[in-house]
């Protein structure tokens, strides 16, 4: 069984379904239970979903919370997730209880996943419990909410696995006390799936500069300034694509295909997101995107050259860091959100087409789907 509850962002939905679907896929019974809103088309396979009722955050900061109606959540809401929780944990009674980043983030889901977690150690046989959480934690400016976190995993969590590649970010390069978990962590490699095969015979998207923000819901600037950037590139002829993500609002999607239209809409698309994605960042002259897992770790997989430009909005981190760790590497051409403009990404448009291919690079290790299933028939077998 899988909780996983998205906020903002679908990078940690995206994490859950790819495992849930393969692990589905292996004839293990699946169950996967999302806290976030509905996203179209998520390919789960053979596992079960679970939709609970819908939260997001109303801001940035993730500090409040509302249903999909936009009204504050109160406790009777709280009350009925919980409640629901735990009803499929019991009607389920699965061997190994996944809980995507808490206990190293979702604080403000304390009043559903303590309840979860201390049912689930209530059960016999008692399932094994897993912390599931992506290569880079938000560092919490608060030392002791770092010391909660390794308190409430010794409490209650048997195992924490890292879905990242520690010769490229280790565990402890962004959780400061790592050394008391060390024992029960396990990296496994990053999680993609979909990656085109070598060879593959497909042309959507050559010769195409690509321009994709992940799920979209912090994307528009991004998109905005680049297609002010097409203009000022070596590549302005060349046909450029813009994929925004369904958590794109709508008027923000209806002005950006507004403003592609008064510039040259010959030679700009402006469409939702696409299942091919993979397929076109394989193909493409360039990427441009923001620094999310899935897209990083896919453009480091497929693609040749590309441009990040991290969210780096309320207390998020991740982005960002990640970004640094490749631009010192040489790999990524980066621009800060703020100093995000039509001028400055140009700049880094060019500079990544003069500069070497990533395909020149070390792999990563993206073997995470593989290396989770493997481990956990492990335990499953123990």
Known sequence: MFHVQHLLGIGHLRRAATLSRHFAAAGHD??????????????????????????????????????????????????????????????????????????????????????????????????????????ILVQSPKPERVTEMVDLFERYFDAVLVHGDPAFIPFSRTFPQHARLAARTHHTGYVIDGLPKPGHASTVGRGEVIVSAGGGAVGAPLMAAALDARSLTTVRDAPWRFLCGYGMPEDDFDALRAQAARLDRAGIVVERARADFTTMLANCALSISQGGYNTVIETLSVADRAVIAPYAGGLETEQAFRAELLAERGVFQVVAEDAMSAASLAQAVDRALAGPSIRAFPRIDADGVAKTLSLVERWLRA
């Open 30 to 135: 699946t169950v996967l239970t999302s806290g976030g809103m509905p996203v179209p088309g998520l390919d789960i396979g053979g596992a079960r979903l679970v939709q609970l009722p819908p939260v997001r955050a109303t801001d940035k900061l993730f500090k409040v919370l509302a249903d999909d109606s936009g009204a504050v959540i109160d406790e009777a809401f709280k009350a009925r997730r919980a409640e629901m929780l735990v009803d499929t944990l019991r009607r389920h009674r699965p061997d190994i209880l996944f809980i995507e980043l808490f206990p190293f983030g979702r604080r403000q889901l304390r009043f559903e996943l303590l309840p979860l977690v201390e049912a689930a150690r209530a059960l016999s046989p008692r399932p094994r419990i897993v912390s599931s959480v992506r290569d």
